[in-house]
């Protein structure tokens, strides 16, 4: 079982940056693939961004391409979400996830087993 806790959300201006944390639990985390995806009220829960458990390979949706960079540390058993130039369609709550039982990553949320309790991302125009 692996614990995810996120922060950093919060209430921004549009153009604005957020920094968004997901931390974990066990030395196992290093050895998974992570995603970030979100949900906007009334919509469903989309991929945004995935990392592969060395951090050598990274995956961004077409809307969030060239604003967000996904990193980790594996040292801190952290993966973080630099999120640049936000815009009112990015509002939304903001999950991590870990994939565990495959190396590699994917952008379907069905494909994750462990997920964090999600985190507020709220952007005013």
């Known amino acids: 079982q692996v614990q995810l806790v996120e922060s950093g959300g919060g209430l921004v201006q549009a153009g604005a940056s957020l920094r968004l944390s997901c931390a974990a639990s066990g030395r196992a985390f290093g050895s998974y693939p992570v995603g970030w995806f979100r949900q906007a009220p009334g919509k469903e829960r989309d991929f945004v961004a995935a990392i592969s458990w060395s951090g050598e390979f990274t995956y961004y949706a077409d809307s969030v391409k060239g604003r967000f960079t996904i990193s980790r540390d594996n040292a801190k058993n952290t993966v973080y979400l630099q999120m640049n130039s936000l815009k009112s369609e990015d509002t939304a709550i903001y999950y991590c996830?870990?994939?565990?039982?495959?190396?590699?990553?994917?952008?379907?949320?069905?494909?994750?087993?462990?997920w964090g309790q999600g985190t507020q991302v709220t952007v005013s125009s």
């Open positions: 996830a870990a994939r565990a039982g495959s190396s590699g990553s994917s952008r379907y949320k069905e494909d994750y087993s462990y």
